[in-house]
Nanobody, 124 residues
Framework: QVQLVESGGVSLQAGGSLRLSCAAS????????MGWFRQTPGKEREGVAS???????LYADSVKGRFTISKDNAKNILYLQMTNLTPEDTALYYC??????????????????WGQGTQVTVSS
């Protein structure tokens, strides 16, 4: 049974840094694709970053230069390092994965597995 469990979400001040983790079980996804998405009430889920099995990485324009996606294949954990956070980064952050390979993408419909989310709140 595939399971994705996010952790690391907290409340913090603008300008701060934070690292989210997504522990995967039931599959390594090493040859598939994994990503981070976020959602705020009343808005559609937004793609933040994606990492495919070939090592290609894609970021949303809004986070380029501030967020870094990475994966520890030995531990089967996906990370999202976030820096210089702003109130606009406040959201419920989700980890998503596919065991089928596709090039890094922020299209949420392509990911089969989803975690429950971890809340990040950034205050000004």
């Amino acid at each position: 049974q595939v399971q994705l469990v996010e952790s690391g979400g907290v409340s913090l001040q603008a300008g701060g840094s934070l690292r989210l983790s997504c522990a995967a079980s039931g599959s390594t996804f090493n040859e598939g694709c994994m990503g981070w998405f976020r959602q705020t009430p009343g808005k559609e889920r937004e793609g933040v970053a994606s990492l495919d099995g070939g090592g290609t990485i894609l970021y949303a324009d809004s986070v380029k230069g501030r967020f870094t996606i990475s994966k520890d294949n030995a531990k089967n954990i996906l990370y999202l390092q976030m820096t210089n956070l702003t109130p606009e980064d406040t959201a419920l952050y989700y980890c998503a994965a596919s065991s089928v390979w596709f090039r890094a993408t922020l299209e949420s419909r392509l990911y089969k597995y989803w975690g429950q989310g971890t809340q990040v709140t950034v205050s000004s």
